[in-house]
């Protein structure tokens, strides 16, 4: 899927550009995923970006304003055998904090919508933690459903 799904550059509204995360975009990488509340360095953002980049069934794409990147959203294809079908799953969304309020995740939300299509994905669907509430907001106005509980247990260093 990788390159399937990839955003090719494309140009959105206001000098908005979605691409293919590169490894030269690690830095920006890194201090997006801690603004999620990750811990992740320099050397393990590029680490991150060379395992997604090398799976056809992933895509890490940034998004880039006035050549600034600003957002980033990940994506997980795959099967989901109770409806039979693909799914895809964004497992990580961010904007950074300087950059909200112009339209920039709601971009990337459109992005992953059209990727799921392209790859005839039943749904898209993400999770996010039971305290941003403000993120809940967001997802709800672009059309998301609360509809199930998160279950998680840690296993070693995760």
Same mark, same amino acid.
């Given at each position: /899927?990788?390159? =399937?799904?990839?955003? *090719?550059? %494309?140009?959105?509204? &206001?000098?908005?550009?979605?691409?293919?995360? %590169?490894?030269?975009?690690?830095?920006?990488?890194?201090?997006?995923?801690?603004?999620? &509340?990750?811990?992740?360095?320099?050397?393990?953002?590029?680490?991150?970006?060379?395992?997604?980049?090398? =799976?056809?069934?992933?895509?890490?794409?940034?998004?880039?304003? %006035?050549?600034?990147? #600003?957002?980033?959203?990940?994506?997980?294809? /795959? +099967?989901?055998?109770?409806?039979?079908?693909?799914? #895809?799953?964004?497992?990580? $969304?961010?904007?950074?904090?300087? +950059?909200? &309020?112009?339209?920039?995740?709601?971009?990337?939300?459109?992005? *992953?919508? =059209?990727?799921?299509?392209?790859?005839?994905?039943?749904?898209?669907?993400?999770?996010?933690?039971?305290?941003?509430?403000?993120?809940?907001?967001?997802?709800?106005?672009?059309?998301?459903?609360?509809?199930?509980?998160? +279950?998680? %247990?840690? $296993?070693?260093?995760?």
């Amino acid at each position: /899927m990788g390159a =399937s799904v990839a955003p *090719a550059g %494309k140009d959105h509204h &206001g000098g908005l550009r979605l691409r293919d995360a %590169k490894l030269h975009d690690a830095a920006a990488v890194a201090r997006l995923i801690e603004l999620l &509340g990750y811990p992740c360095d320099l050397a393990e953002a590029e680490r991150r970006i060379r395992r997604v980049n090398a =799976s056809p069934r992933q895509a890490l794409v940034v998004a880039e304003w %006035k050549e600034a990147v #600003c957002g980033l959203i990940s994506l997980d294809f /795959m +099967f989901y055998l109770p409806l039979g079908r693909e799914t #895809c799953r964004i497992t990580a $969304l961010v904007v950074d904090e300087r +950059f909200r &309020g112009h339209g920039i995740g709601r971009e990337l939300l459109r992005y *992953a919508e =059209s990727a799921a299509r392209r790859e005839h994905s039943a749904r898209v669907e993400l999770t996010t933690a039971a305290s941003r509430t403000e993120a809940h907001a967001f997802y709800r106005h672009c059309g998301f459903e609360q509809s199930s509980l998160r +279950f998680v %247990k840690t $296993l070693g260093d995760a």
